[in-house]
């Protein structure tokens, strides 16, 4: 038939649904969660998948609820004969646990007995054999840790690494500080861009193809000199950027250990220590209050209070990665 295939991409991808039906399907992971959830075309989705395999990414940026259903999709995956890969840079013992269970009882079987603990590791599961792999990191770094808590020296120290030549990231907790902070910064005169997912898509990838320019892995030491970035999470995985300091505000442990992640991440020559800034509340005896006093922003992104508590206390004055990545 003349031009079918233009005719059948077309009908595919007249609607977010039928896109299942594809060879491959590139998407967000809500399209592939909606088929496990009591909602319309729920089936079709679930047969546009069934027997393929099904690749989720950034797995730890899960929040509990999207977790349960993920645990579903991958128990109703396995049911329908598919594959599962799951990718995570940090996810925790009891997650990985979570999913091998769902896995189990997708097929009818035993979970997956996932015993090791190293870190890096691949797990796999499947015609009754169980293997795990211990890949060999790289390379081990270690992050010094500094603690500020007012809004005013996390500005100097930003000033102060810009004037020296360093790039800096300040990664803020919603997109009302990172403007804060932004306009904070350009007033004092430095070369400052701002990214979060408010911008419209056009803005957006002209803003994305700008930072990837200047704090990519190709950049140059004059594109990168004394420039400052402030952004939400957008910056926290995905991206390929590379900082000379990071400052972050408070949050999950494994969320500071993805930011942690853009500091020094490409070889550039001798850069000095590999300096964490994190901008926080004092972290003595907290009270109700304790965060939504310093950040009513942060109390609503991240509302598990003593989780954050929890986290700046095991972030200590050090840490090294991989080495305490399981710790």
């Not at 910056?235 to 950027?241: A, P």
């Not at 500091?263 to 939504?292: F, M, N, Q």
């Amino acid at each position: 038939m003349p031009e079918a295939m233009q005719r059948a991409t077309a009908w595919i991808n007249d609607s977010s649904r039928k896109a299942m039906l594809s060879t491959i399907g590139v998407g967000t992971v809500d399209q592939a969660m909606l088929a496990a959830l009591y909602s319309r075309f729920s089936t079709l989705r679930l047969d546009g998948m069934a027997s393929r395999a099904l690749v989720i990414d950034e797995v730890h940026a899960y929040d509990p609820y999207m977790t349960k259903i993920l645990a579903k999709l991958v128990e109703m995956h396995a049911r329908g004969g598919g594959s599962v890969i799951l990718l995570s840079a940090t996810m925790p013992l009891a997650v990985r646990e979570t999913f091998s269970h769902a896995w189990g009882q997708g097929r009818e079987q035993p979970p997956p007995a996932f015993t090791g603990t190293a870190f890096p590791l691949i797990s796999f599961a499947g015609n009754g054999k169980v293997i795990q792999h211990e890949p060999t990191s790289y390379r081990q770094k270690t992050y010094q840790v500094e603690r500020l808590h007012e809004l005013v020296k996390v500005v100097d120290v930003i000033r102060q690494a810009a004037s020296m030549g360093r790039c800096v990231c300040w990664l803020r907790n919603s997109v009302q500080e990172a403007v804060e902070g932004f306009e904070l910064l350009r007033n004092l005169g430095l070369d400052v861009d701002l990214f979060h997912a408010r911008f419209t898509a056009g803005d957006r990838q002209d803003i994305e193809e700008r930072v990837l320019t200047r704090f990519g892995k190709k950049s140059t030491a004059v594109e990168r000199c004394g420039k400052v970035l402030v952004s939400t999470q957008v910056v926290e995985q995905s991206l390929d950027l590379d900082f000379d300091l990071l400052v972050s505000d408070l949050a999950p442990v494994d969320l500071m250990i993805q930011r942690a992640g853009r500091l020094h991440r490409h070889d550039r020559g001798d850069r000095g220590p590999t300096r964490l800034v994190v901008y926080c509340p004092e972290d003595k005896s907290p009270d109700a209050d304790w965060i939504p006093t310093w950040s009513r922003a942060t109390s609503l992104v991240y509302p598990d209070h003593g989780r954050l508590w929890l986290s700046l206390k095991v972030l200590g004055d050090s840490f090294s990665m991989p080495a305490d990545a399981r710790r």
